[in-house]
């Protein structure tokens, strides 16, 4: 029974900053390459970021390089999205996703608004 449950979304300031976590069971996450994307109302899911399963190498969309980080916690199966200085376009459904088997966490929402 393989799962990808997020966590940490919720409501911040523009320039705020929130941690989002992607908890896996049924595997090992350290296996697998791990992306996180975003889904704002009336728009199509896009990628955020991603982290590899072999040498750690991550990737950012160009609109949240420098702002947001991710990582992973081997001990606690767990990726995570270090998001700073938070913008109102931020706004979305944060979901994290496993390439191989195409599997899909529930999401968080992330609200920015002041």
């Known amino acids: 029974q393989l799962q990808l449950v997020e966590s940490g979304g919720g409501l911040v300031q523009p320039g705020g900053s929130l941690r989002l976590s992607c908890a896996a069971s049924?595997?090992?996450?350290?296996?697998?390459?791990i992306g996180w994307f975003r889904q704002a109302p009336g728009k199509e899911r896009e990628g955020v970021s991603c982290?590899?399963?072999?040498?750690?190498?991550?990737y950012y969309a160009d609109s949240v390089k420098g702002r947001f980080t991710i990582s992973r916690d081997n001990a606690k199966n767990t990726v995570y999205l270090q998001m700073n200085s938070l913008k109102p376009e931020d706004t979305a459904v944060y979901y994290c996703h496993r390439p191989l088997g195409d599997y899909w966490g529930q999401g968080t929402q992330v609200t920015v608004s002041s």
């Open positions: 982290i590899s399963s072999s040498d750690g190498s991550t």
């Open positions: 049924g595997f090992t996450l350290d296996y697998y390459p």
